[in-house]
């Protein structure tokens, strides 16, 4: 590649001529030649030369200051498309875009070629990729720690209504950002069992025997901060096998052996588990667990050991930070290898584990909460068995001695009990830190969930609302508003979001809220454009664009958005002369794979559409549209051209929610229910800016604990919810068969024999929702005050960046020293 670089001053002659460059020796290709797709590798690595020079930069002062550093262990990292972000971070958006004019490519069309890298579910996996983004640009040494999926989150295609899976298969074209580090391979060791040696020193020594290993090699991308010259890194492992297939292993009778591990190394990495907010137990699952934690920690201590001399001060310079129990097994990982690889007694491993762990909750959703059975637990991980057993039975000797006599508190509390190992339990024990991702959903940690622990450790337990970085989700997404905010309040926002709130003297300025509301409709537009090209369906951009995009899950409550839908149009039937505000309702949501209500949402929705979308007595005054494969990408576009974001999960089941905050930046007004961060969102911006309706968690909580309530009243009482209801089972929806929502039907009425009837209140909140839906076309008509309302909230999304929710973790669990590059002096040129 070429030598010279940095865009500190951008350098447009240079990097043209680096592209094209680059498109020769890629591909022996000229630029006219090129496909799309080649020209985008070319910008990537044209601009990769760039970040490397700075990775390296960082990297050396690191070493220089040795500061601190925070590994984020997590199994998902949605990070979105890397190169407008980049090119976000560094500062040289505009000047690249007119370089690529100045060749004939547009940057909008580059961009699109690159494949959204979704190694990651949804809200977990994001809220790990905005982290990475405020960590570096606030001059933070951080890693995160991952896996590199062959195949992140499928694609979603809709076919006949319903969601189809298609593999995603991101590394096709390779990912030119990344870099393979085979010298940092670390071997991982699954199976077998220990056996005890006393050494000469009288010491026992515990070695894993009989096992089969897989080789962990890393790839590592870079994190770009915005306009700081510092790059950390994003290391995910992939996997190979220990060796290459020998025959001389047939020789010795390990042929069996050698195609086990053959195996396990090519199935390890291979799939990304497509599931949000839910455990299934797959045995793949607890290996790659480990692969990767095993892999992560072994580099940690290793790195910490080329500098230092002392593992007993580890702690000093490292911090795991634990993205749920998902990387928890790091904590019995980390014991063993200081005392079995740098012989600490258990009393020495045990005060610098305890000081290095700490974790993250990120919902209280039961079936969420990961208890492995012990047999597969001890069968993968024998030795990570013994030391998990160990610390239990220390917790509970330490449990009966505060609670003599309390055989509850154990049963309640063990780390191993029921023959299961529960992960939440072994993280809260070995850690120094438990968090709740929002205040409503901390307090419900410490007072339901978590309260035996909380009473027993209180010092542990805080809170940590989650934020967005509003680089990607502004500045990158909705380049005119990012414009605006800047013209009116200069452009420190970008470091600094509480600087947004500048804004609010312009709430009730008069040509603040037409500029506001034009661009607001430019977006629409663009959003328009994207349906149309996508779903082939028109909507109207005058419309107001109401929005639910987000995982399906029936405690998010999709199922009560549709249903109202159906009401709408019965009201809208019932009298054609209705005064209504034209509506466009915008889905975007994967469902896991396997849940079926979830997939039958999906389908009702489409359902729904088809007869709305095409019924002319209605003149296009209700829009119903499901955005096929809701990713990173897309979702920038949508909370550019939202109005209403739809927040309306029943309360106290969203941990906090980061969607919402995305909408509230881009000036969406939030329609939802008192749960998880809405609670801050009205906080900050005020009731009256928002349509907040339903039942409060204190009254969700209660109704669960005296067995929910009676659905069958509503149903009896409500003609109009009646008629909805009638409409899942007569075929309106679905005249071919008319069975076909019956699942749905059922879990809202039907006390079925495996759960509870409408457990997540869906018809209990139905009314008060419609009613905040009335408020909102009301409010909605009057533009000026919509337009104030909108501003408002933008103005008021301060509290929401990530980089306020990172300073926090830093001052309160983390203490991490913030790295400063020192200015680099430009040399004189020789003559
Ligand atoms: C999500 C929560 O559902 C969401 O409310 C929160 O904003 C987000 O984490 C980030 O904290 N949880 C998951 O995505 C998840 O899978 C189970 O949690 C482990």
């Known amino acids: 590649m070429l030598k010279k670089t940095v865009l500190q001053k951008f350098d447009k002659e240079l990097f043209k001529n680096s592209v094209i460059y680059n498109v020769k020796t890629l591909y022996r290709k000229t630029l006219e030649e090129a496909t799309q797709q080649q020209i985008f590798q070319a910008v990537a690595y044209a601009i990769k030369d760039v970040i490397v020079d700075n990775w390296m930069n960082t990297q050396k002062e690191y070493a220089k200051q040795d500061p601190k550093t925070v590994y984020y262990l997590s199994m998902e990292f949605l990070m979105g498309r890397a190169l407008g972000n980049n090119l976000i971070n560094l500062q040289a958006y505009n000047d690249v875009a007119e370089a690529l004019e100045d060749l004939g490519i547009d940057i909008n069309l580059v961009e699109d070629q690159e494949p959204d890298p979704a190694l990651g579910n949804g809200g977990l996996g994001r809220l790990a990729a905005c982290f990475l983004d405020s960590l570096t640009t606030m001059g933070y040494s951080a890693y995160g720690c991952g896996i590199r999926y062959r195949y992140g989150m499928f694609k979603q295609e809709i076919r006949d209504g319903y969601q189809i899976e298609v593999p995603d298969n ?120 480990y692969f990767f934690i095993s892999a992560s920690v072994q580099e940690a201590v290793e790195k910490y050991m080329r500098k230092h001399d002392d593992i007993r001060k580890f702690h000093e310079k490292v911090t795991f930070q634990l993205n749920d129990t998902h990387p928890t097994v790091a904590i019995a990982e980390l014991m063993r290898i200081l005392m079995d690889d740098y012989y600490l007694t258990w009393d020495e491993a045990w005060a610098v584990t305890t000081k290095t762990c700490a974790y993250t909750n990120h919902t209280i959703m039961a079936e969420a909460l990961e208890k492995w059975p012990i047999e597969l637990f001890s069968r993968l991980l024998p030795r990570i068995y013994q030391i998990v057993e160990e610390i239990n039975r220390r917790f509970i000797a330490q449990v009966s001695q505060q609670y003599p006599g309390d055989q509850n508190k154990i049963a309640k509390m063990a780390i191993i009990y029921d023959g299961q190992v529960k992960m939440a339990h072994l993280a809260i024990v070995s850690g120094y830190s438990v968090n709740g991702v929002a205040r409503l959903h901390t307090e419900i940690l410490e007072k339901q969930e978590l309260r035996d622990f909380y009473e027993m450790m209180p010092e542990k337990f805080n809170n940590k609302t989650n934020g967005i970085t509003q680089r990607r989700f502004l500045l990158h997404g909705n380049p005119l508003l990012a414009q605006w905010v800047t013209d009116h309040v200069g452009n420190d926002w970008i470091t600094d979001l509480s600087k947004i709130s500048g804004l609010k003297i312009y709430a009730e300025d008069e040509k603040a809220q037409q500029e506001f509301m034009n661009i607001k409709y430019q977006n629409k537009v663009r959003l328009a454009r994207y349906i149309l090209e996508h779903n082939g369906v028109e909507v109207d951009p005058r419309s107001i664009f109401d929005v639910q995009v987000k995982r399906l899950h029936e405690y998010k409550r999709q199922l009560l958005n549709i249903l109202h839908i159906m009401y709408l149009y019965n009201e809208l039937k019932n009298n054609l002369q209705l005064e209504f505000y034209p509506r466009t309702f915008i889905f975007g949501a994967k469902a896991a794979a396997g849940y079926r209500n979830a997939k039958l949402t999906i389908k009702l929705i489409n359902a729904v559409a088809d007869v709305v979308n095409n019924d002319p007595s209605i003149g296009g005054k209700i829009k119903v549209v499901f955005i096929e494969d809701y990713k990173v990408s897309n979702a920038e576009w949508i909370f550019a051209a939202a109005d209403v974001s739809e927040q309306i999960s029943t309360a106290s089941k969203e941990a906090s929610g980061t969607g919402n905050m995305k909408f509230m930046l881009n000036g969406a007004l939030t329609l939802g229910t008192m749960d998880g961060a809405n609670v801050e969102i009205v906080e900050e911006v005020g009731m ?41 089972i007569n075929g309106t929806f679905a005249p071919y068969d008319t069975e076909l929502f019956r699942p749905l039907y059922n879990s809202l009425l039907n006390t079925q024999s495996t759960s509870k009837a409408d457990m997540y209140f869906i018809l209990k909140d139905f009314k008060p929702y419609a009613e905040a839906q009335r408020r909102v076309e009301a409010a909605y008509r009057d533009e000026a005050n919509w337009a104030k309302s909108a501003i408002l909230n933008v103005a008021c999304s301060g509290k929401f960046s990530s980089d306020r929710t990172i300073q926090e973790y830093v001052d309160d669990i983390w203490h991490l020293d913030k790295v400063v590059l020192p200015k680099r002096v430009e040399k004189p040129k020789a003559k």
């Open 688 to 728: 009256e800016n928002t349509f907040i309706f339903g039942l409060s968690s204190d009254e969700v909580i209660r109704f669960e604990n005296y067995g929910g309530y009676n659905p069958m009243d509503i149903f009896n009482n409500d003609p109009d919810i009646r008629r909805v209801l009638m409409q899942l």
């Open 170 to 289: 991101w590394l096709a074209d390779g990912n030119p950002f990344e870099l393979r580090r085979p010298e940092y391979a670390k071997e991982v060791k699954f199976g077998g069992y220990v056996n005890v040696y006393v050494d000469e020193n009288g010491r026992n020594n515990f070695k894993q025997e009989g096992y089969q290993s897989v080789k962990a090699i890393p790839y590592d991308m870079p994190i770009v901060g915005y306009g700081n010259g510092i790059v950390n890194t994003l290391r995910i492992w992939d996997a190979e096998p220990v060796e290459c297939f020998q025959l001389e292993s047939f020789d010795k009778g390990d042929y069996q052996k050698a195609v086990e591990q053959e195996n396990l190394a090519r199935n390890i990495v291979e799939v990304l588990y497509p599931n949000d907010n839910h455990y299934a137990g797959k045995e793949l699952r607890l290996k790659q667990q």
